[in-house]
């Protein structure tokens, strides 16, 4: 992957950063910018112009968090949000979207946003889906990943139905060969694993039998995160190269 690329990430959260493809990306000497959604003055409208211009940016990433991509009432910067992606994949340029990021990208592009019958939290297999062209992103048969969602997407128009499992059909679609839409969560770090479960009235949301209970999840072992950061590794290769 060339260096010194411009990236851009859209954080919805406080703390969540990053992840894990931090450190990946300041290896090829990436200039790395964001926009802070979270700390927004609520008394003064986002104007389209405050986000960077399209042109700036050489890969967006678009991170996850706890409000719906349909909350446009109690948070109206996700309009804007919208409408700016919408420039910019209209650019043809690469993008990766995480669980709401993923969601947001799909619903700027027409797609609905609604609840999964079921929620998922915790560490949840998923795999693969059959017969995915072979010019597509390349993912395992089966892994093992971290969900946090009660919502999900539907696939956009165009798109290609990349990952599944039997609590959530939609967990990752390929728009183009520049843009990977996520449901779950690869970027995912023991240190962010932690800061997510520090909020108990987020936590109090999840029941069923595909959340996972906390006292599990404290408990983590390192090596659960690395196939997940991996994998988005190598969709940053894909989505920059590809659209080079």
């Known amino acids: 992957m060339k260096s010194h690329l411009r990236v851009h990430y859209f954080q919805h959260i406080a703390g ?3 992840g894990s493809c931090h450190e990946f990306l300041k290896q090829h000497q990436a200039q790395i ?29 678009i991170m ?30 690469p ?13 700027a592009l027409g797609a609905a946003v609604s ?25 395992p048969e089966q892994f093992r990943i971290m969900q946090w969602h009660s919502e999900t997407f539907e696939i956009p128009k165009g798109a290609v139905h990349l990952a599944e499992n039997e609590a959530c ?19 995912i770090t023991p240190e962010t694993l932690a800061l997510f479960l520090e909020d ?5 949301k999840f029941s069923g039998k595909y959340v996972q209970p906390v006292h599990e999840l404290r408990k983590s072992p390192k ?19 590809k659209s080079a």
């Not at 910067?77 to 700016?84: D, F, N, S, T």
């Open 16 to 18: 969540e950063g990053y």
């Open 33 to 61: 910018t964001a926009t802070e959604f979270f700390a927004l003055p609520v008394d003064r409208p986002l104007e389209i112009e405050a986000l960077p211009a399209v042109e700036e940016v050489d890969l967006l990433i």
């Open 64 to 93: 996850g968090g706890t409000m719906s991509v349909n909350d446009e009432a109690n948070f109206p910067w996700l309009k804007i949000e919208k409408r700016w992606l919408r420039r910019y994949l209209s650019q043809g340029k």
């Open 95 to 107: 993008a990766i979207g995480l669980c709401l990021g993923g969601q947001l990208i799909a619903n």
């Open 115 to 139: 609840y999964n019958p079921e929620q998922e939290l915790g560490w949840m297999s998923v795999s693969k889906v059959a017969n995915v062209p072979a010019d597509c992103f390349s993912l």
């Open 169 to 187: 059909r939609n967990q990752m679609y390929q728009l183009g060969k520049n843009v990977l839409g996520f449901q779950f969560h690869p970027e």
């Open 200 to 204: 108990e009235e987020e936590l109090l």
């Open 223 to 241: 090596s659960n995160f690395i196939e997940g950061n991996q994998i988005l590794n190598r969709a940053i290769e894909y989505v920059v190269e």
